[in-house]
């Protein structure tokens, strides 16, 4: 192994993307893996929970709306868990000022619409990131 990927691999940080439409989980994982980051997908805010048991992102990246448990839920759940240090974006066809109250209410970071643009989304994530 190259020191270059032994580097990657250490420095490599985690996204949590948690959305209902699986084109729109492999759009992102191929925007946030071109980007470097490796990607736990979960495709509810139930799914997503599941998969927090065993893993710790350094960002979560969850839709609103889902069935089982949408992303206020979700991001309540994660707050609630004591995790309030973890990032939470919210990526979103919703753009009303009430859904973004509601979603900073619960506990996110920030806001991003669908459809997204791969450089938009990379300023998002290295806003709350680093």
Do not use: C
């Amino acid at each position: 192994m190259t020191d270059i990927a032994r580097e990657r691999i250490t420095v490599a940080k985690t996204i949590m993307t948690v959305d209902d439409s699986p084109s729109m989980r492999m759009l992102l994982r191929v925007a946030l893996t071109d980007l470097g980051y490796d990607v736990i997908e979960a495709e509810d805010g139930v799914h997503a929970l599941e998969k927090l048991g065993g893993v710790e992102p350094d960002l979560l990246i969850t839709d609103i709306n889902m069935p089982r448990m949408d992303g206020f839920g979700l991001i309540a759940e994660v707050r609630g868990q004591g995790r309030r240090s973890l990032p939470i974006l919210v990526l979103t066809t919703e753009s009303s000022d009430e859904k973004k109250q509601r979603a900073r209410s619960a506990g996110a970071t920030g806001w991003i619409v669908k459809p997204f643009h791969p450089d938009k989304l990379a300023a998002a994530i290295r806003r709350v990131l680093h």
